[in-house]
């Protein structure tokens, strides 16, 4: 049963996302893990062998996977990120795929002992840097928009550069007619790439015209999509090898800059999917090596790699970025990170079969080659980038900020308070007025409608660790839960209760409080003198002992945990208390003067503490005074 075509693929399936979660749990690189994985299923344990397994089926799976990954990256290539990335990307693509190519080409001849032909078909392919890379290690970084969107751009531009690259000179390479020159095959090249470039404009334009039309009805738009996308592709590289990721990228750049009803449905499905076809096919390729390729890795490649890591990259990107305005921190952090994936390897292996079977000298050592570059960049880019980010004074930390949408009393009141605790507080709300209070209570404020404003990206979620909705509006409270839970995770959402509590406004996340209530009922306990107040839970004073000295109506609002961190209570999610924690509550004004009282009680008592000992302590000191003279006394008296 084991050795089923359809364990096979759920055990890829599994494996893959499986490393994904790791990978989230401990702040691992997923790329790295879903390597590590691969590797264990495949060589080490051979529970997973893709060509016995798959056999002919995996290069059309790897390739119809690369289409759609490729797909979503381009779908994601809004131009408005351009006005933070535009001159960098456009250097990177211009400067720098002919100079990275260049010093790929040499450090591949002189460094790995290529042949010329071999060492230029792989110095082309070394021009991408992978956007199934690139797009989860951003994930787990923090760092200024305009690098995350240049290694964004770059990576998903230069994939099908590099592609046609490769293609042109396995073309010039293999051609052996009359008109085998370099004119003649850049020629050929350029109307391929042109035609599949125009098939992907027209693909694109068609969905954004039928869609929003009601051509297509809702329920079939995300698998029409897909067809288009597998269609066009298949299609464009019938035309001519590797073409098909020039119209897929087109494709997804032109519905990425058009209006298109449902898109972020459409999105959530395309991102969903890409996560599982990056987990599968990075499985499928880290399991494809076995010890014959291994072993024909040879010690001369090190050089190479060593050129690559710390030559190739950094000086392609210094020189393509130099005068640039792009600050010096950001430019060497761009020109270290430069990990390879899944389109690397795929074209690499297509390319070396074909040339194998040509008698190409040096082709076989393309196989374990690209293996050791994924393998070596994943590793050395993945766990360094946020040390490196971190030395280069670029990483903007872990995101402890907090959002609360809407401008009132109470969400002024206790925005300040939590500004208090050492939290970076940003109130949103569209009105200016309801903004006032805020404003002097010296908070971070954002005028606009929040859901306009994180969709056309003029607001970062990253940067907050928790999103609270406390408008007067519960549909619209509502609708900000439901719509940013995907972005953010439903677990950093929480909302205020609707005033009515039998109504037809149902809440979309936690609700804010055990008692569940309103915002109008917390507004209402703010005028009458209510304030926030903070007990730490200790070994002698535990979270029961704080409920039963809590007055009555008062209550737990969040838990600050020791290392930041900050979690709400709600009717349906009651967080752990631990020793360490701080309990944030809030209390009427009669708790607050006792606690007032307390805490005064308290430090009278450390302060005569303090005086009882320095007075033991001076009496202390005077004893041994006193008895040091004394002996000092009898030996004098006995000499």
Excluded at 39 to 65: F, H, N, T, Y
Excluded at 364 to 383: K, M
Excluded at 452 to 467: A, M, N
């Amino acid at each position: 049963m084991i050795d089923s075509l359809l364990v096979k693929i759920a055990l890829i399936g599994v494996i893959g996302i499986a490393a994904q979660w790791v990978a989230w749990r401990t702040g691992r690189p997923a790329i790295a893990l879903m390597l590590l994985a691969g590797v264990l299923a495949g060589p080490v344990l051979g529970i997973i062998v893709p060509d016995r397994d798959l056999g002919p089926l995996q290069e059309p799976i790897i390739k119809l996977a690369v289409a759609v990954i490729l797909f979503e990256g381009g779908l994601s290539l809004n131009f408005r990120d351009l006005r933070h990335a535009g001159q960098p990307v456009l250097r990177l693509v211009i400067i720098g795929v002919p100079l990275g190519w260049l010093l790929g080409t040499l450090a591949a001849h002189y460094g790995a002992g290529l042949s010329w032909g071999v060492a230029s078909l792989f110095g082309g392919i070394l021009v991408v840097t992978g956007p199934t890379v690139i797009g989860p290690m951003l994930r787990t970084l923090r760092v200024p928009p305009r690098v995350a969107d240049t290694l964004k751009w770059e990576g998903i531009v230069n994939d099908p550069i590099g592609a046609l690259l490769a293609v042109a000179i396995y073309a010039y390479i293999t051609f052996d007619g009359p008109n085998a020159s370099v004119s003649g095959v850049i020629g050929d090249v350029a109307v391929a790439t042109l035609l599949a470039a125009l098939l992907g404009v027209a693909l694109g334009f068609a969905i954004t015209w039928l869609f929003p039309r009601g051509y297509v009805p809702e329920y079939l738009k995300a698998s029409v999509l897909l067809a288009t996308v597998i269609g066009g592709f298949v299609l464009a590289d019938l035309v001519k090898h590797e073409t098909g990721l020039v119209t897929v990228t087109v494709m997804g750049l032109v519905m990425a800059n058009r209006p298109v009803h449902s898109s972020r449905a459409l999105r959530r499905f395309k991102e969903d999917l890409t996560v599982m076809l990056i987990s599968g096919v990075f499985v499928i390729l880290s399991a494809t090596l076995d010890w014959e390729t291994l072993q024909d890795f040879q010690l001369r490649f090190t050089a190479f790699l060593v050129l690559l890591l710390f030559l190739v990259r950094p000086l392609t990107v210094l020189i393509s970025l130099a005068f640039s305005s792009m600050p010096w921190r950001e430019r060497l952090f761009i020109a270290w990170i430069a990990p390879r994936g899944i389109v690397a390897v795929a074209i690499t292996g297509l390319f070396a079969l074909r040339l194998v079977d040509y008698g190409v000298p040096d082709a076989e050592a393309l196989v374990p080659l690209s293996f050791a570059v994924v393998v070596v960049t994943i590793l050395a880019h993945g766990f360094s980038a946020p040390w490196v980010a971190q030395r280069l004074g670029i990483d903007r930390g872990k995101g402890e900020s907090v959002l609360i949408v809407g401008a009132n009393d109470w969400t002024t009141a206790f925005g300040a308070y939590l500004k208090q605790l050492g939290y970076r507080v940003t109130v949103a709300d569209s009105s200016t007025f309801a903004l006032r209070s805020a404003r002097r209570k010296e908070l971070d404020v954002w005028r606009g409608d929040i859901l306009e404003e994180v969709h056309e990206d003029r607001l970062d979620l990253s940067e907050y660790q928790q999103l609270l909705a406390a408008t007067d509006n519960d549909a619209y409270n509502a609708l900000v839960c439901s719509d940013l839970g995907p972005e953010m995770g439903f677990e950093k959402l929480t909302q205020t209760a609707p005033q009515d509590k039998q109504g037809a406004v149902q809440p979309r996340t936690h609700v804010l409080l055990e008692s569940k209530r309103s915002v109008e009922e917390l507004q209402r306990l703010i005028a009458e003198g209510w304030q926030f107040g903070r007990t730490r839970i200790t070994e002698k004073f535990s979270f029961g002992d704080y409920r039963q000295r809590l007055a009555r109506g008062g209550e737990p609002v969040a838990i600050k945990r020791e290392g930041g961190h900050l979690e709400f209570f709600s009717a349906t999610a009651k967080p752990y208390v631990d020793e360490g924690d701080e309990v944030i509550s809030f209390i009427p004004p009669e708790q607050q003067a006792a606690q007032q009282a307390v805490r005064a009680s308290r430090k009278a008592e450390e302060a005569a503490a303090k005086e009882g000992r320095a007075e033991d302590a001076a009496g202390r000191a005077e004893r041994a005074e006193r008895a040091e003279r004394t002996n000092e006394a009898e030996t004098k008296r006995d000499e």
